[in-house]
């Protein structure tokens, strides 16, 4: 009798064990749906993190929004860039209400300093092999260690910032504080065995099979979808970012600052031209604006200014070239200091090389043609008549008549000179519309 009442027991326990294991498998399954038409809209980052990537994410999230995408895959390859501009972006993806997930790639791509933040801020993240993540040490625009009280400051808030981000997304707090506070790098292998990364992807396609394999997160419900089961939408950020983008890169910065310099160089020593000094104007206020945004160096900005001052300088002044010797370096020097630092990528060596001497070689030709031109004798007006020969046609007391250039003018001989009708005489001076003339026969 006991043996049976313990039979009836245990039946009854594993009864109510399987009715629990039937309730939470249908209850996973009701959470876990399969989803057949995942839509995904997909953008791209390259470069530096400037206000116009910031745009560019905000447009990317009310699209999504506005046209009931799903998810949002952003494939990012940045060397970082400003910390304001990163701060933004953190926003928007901690903030979204649809899920932004982070690829890094393609193979070679990184996502170094500002880029560690924005890929811990993503909802999901994955990178392709052969690309890296970390070096998120803050520095000085210039490139160089901060102060030390200064270098605490910063780098505490950051790294306060970075494992906040981590923890609430889980990620491995530890790694990412260390990229902050001692700048280390991992590739895509270690990042996705340290949980630095959620998994590897070659490929966005690959991304959201993978995801689609383990679930994503959409309206608070666990979605699996098939390779089938997605759609893929390119997002399309406008002209208007395009422009930002091409402004804000700082070779296109650099040359339109150049150009600027160049026509106002050119209206300066040819005042009336008006079209280089327009272009010019509207070119340097476009540079600075970009340079306004951009970690520019003032040190750099002045040793350009201060080149082209001493071109202008050298077509007034005798320096027999130190003048223009002295310009030529410093358009070098402030070309190769003008952007600070590893937030933007540096103007190369052959840009500046080839900017520098093209606007000497114009400097110097320009320069040329001013001299030129203010030891020309004047072609036109009473001042261009000194010089020209003629020939006395009438003489009356002091007053004369002369041929010059076949018009007959009223001149008086220099005193002393000797003057009969027909005798050749020279031009040497004019006031008013009388001539005076020495005798030349």
């Not at 280390?184 to 340290?194: F, N």
């Amino acid at each position: 009798m006991l043996f049976f009442k313990q039979f009836i027991k245990s039946c009854s326990c594993m009864i109510i064990a399987c009715v629990i294991i039937t309730f939470m498998t249908v209850l996973s399954h009701a959470n876990d749906s399969n989803d057949s038409n995942v839509s995904v809209l997909y953008g791209q980052i390259e470069g530096a993190i400037t206000p116009a990537q910031v745009s560019f994410i905000e447009d990317l999230a009310l699209e999504a929004r506005d046209d009931e995408h799903d998810l949002i895959l952003l494939r990012l390859d940045t060397p970082g860039g400003l910390t304001s501009s990163m701060r933004d972006i953190v926003k928007i993806l901690m903030k979204s209400p649809i899920p932004i997930c982070i690829w890094v790639g393609p193979d070679g791509s990184h996502a170094a300093s500002a880029g560690t933040f924005i890929v811990a801020a993503s909802d999901v993240s994955a990178m392709a092999p052969g690309t890296t993540i970390g070096a998120a040490s803050p520095v000085l625009s210039s490139g160089d260690d901060l102060p030390t009280t200064m270098n605490t400051k910063i780098k505490n808030d950051l790294i306060s910032l970075i494992t906040s981000i981590a923890k609430k997304r889980g990620r491995n707090i530890k790694w990412y504080a260390d990229a902050v506070d001692k700048s280390v790098t991992i590739d895509a292998q270690g990042a996705a065995t340290l949980n630095v990364v959620d998994f590897i992807a070659v490929s966005a396609e690959d991304f959201l099979e993978q995801l689609g394999a383990r679930g994503a997160t959409i309206d608070g419900k666990r979605v699996k979808f098939s390779k089938e089961g997605y759609s893929l939408a390119p997002f399309d950020a406008g002209f208007s970012y395009s422009v930002l983008s091409w402004l804000l890169n700082p070779q296109v910065a650099y040359l339109l600052l150049v150009a600027g310099i160049i026509g106002l160089f050119f209206e300066i020593l040819n005042p009336g031209a008006i079209l280089p000094g327009v272009l010019g104007g509207f070119s340097l206020v476009t540079a600075l604006y970009a340079m306004s945004i951009l970690p520019t160096n003032a040190v750099g900005l002045l040793l350009l200014v201060f080149g082209a001052v001493l071109f202008i300088l050298e077509a007034f002044i005798t320096s027999y070239g130190l003048l223009s010797v002295a310009a030529i370096i410093s358009l070098f020097i402030g070309s190769k200091a003008l952007f600070r630092g590893d937030e933007v990528d540096q103007i190369p060596l052959g840009t500046i090389l080839g900017t520098v001497f093209s606007f000497s070689l114009f400097a110097a030709l320009v320069i040329y043609l001013v001299a030129k031109a203010h030891t020309r004798k004047p072609g036109v007006g009473m001042q261009s008549m000194a010089g020209l020969e003629g020939k006395v046609l009438l003489i009356d007391s002091n007053k004369l008549k002369v041929r010059v250039r076949g018009e007959i003018w009223n001149a008086i001989a220099e005193e002393g000179a000797d003057l009969d009708v027909g005798s050749k005489v020279r031009v040497i001076s004019s006031e008013g519309l009388t001539l005076t003339v020495i005798n030349i026969s």
